[in-house]
């Protein structure tokens, strides 16, 4: 129904930024809510951030509040990920996802997102 394509990891210094992009194709207007996971090596995959295509509507996870800050432009079927002030602890691959809900961002969980893209790496350095 949709393809996610994730872009913009890299290698950066703690303290630094970085911008994750995340280009949608296909059926992109059966999925209103995008959403930003990740996972460290040797840990779970969790969740950092979710959008709406429709009102852009945001929910983070309390670990990236204030440093992170998801945005969509809708024109462009884009979806980014602009991550500030990072910490050792941020370096993870990153994915995009996309669930086909209006629930409310809060309730959603993992298995909520069912097309996912490849991932991006993105690693903190001291």
Do not use: H, M, P, Q
């Given at each position: 129904q949709v393809q996610l394509v994730e872009s913009g990891g890299g290698l950066v210094q703690a303290g630094g930024s970085l911008r994750l992009s995340?280009?949608?194709?296909?059926?992109?207007?059966?999925?209103d809510a995008m959403g930003w996971f990740r996972q460290a090596p040797g840990k779970e995959r969790?969740?950092?951030?979710?959008?709406?295509?429709?009102?852009?509507i945001t929910y983070y996870h309390d670990s990236v509040k204030g440093r992170f800050?998801?945005?969509?432009?809708?024109?462009?079927?884009t979806v980014y990920l602009q991550m500030n002030s990072l910490k050792?602890?941020?370096?993870?691959?990153?994915?995009?996802?996309?669930?086909?809900?209006?629930?409310a961002l809060q309730s959603l969980k993992e298995y909520d997102f069912g097309s996912w893209g490849q991932g991006t790496q993105v690693t903190v350095s001291s």
């Open positions: 995340c280009t949608a194709s296909g059926r992109t207007f059966s999925s969790e969740f950092v951030a979710a959008i709406r295509w429709s009102g852009g800050t998801i945005s969509r432009d809708n024109a462009k079927t050792l602890e941020d370096t993870a691959v990153y994915y995009c996802a996309a669930a086909n809900t209006f629930r």
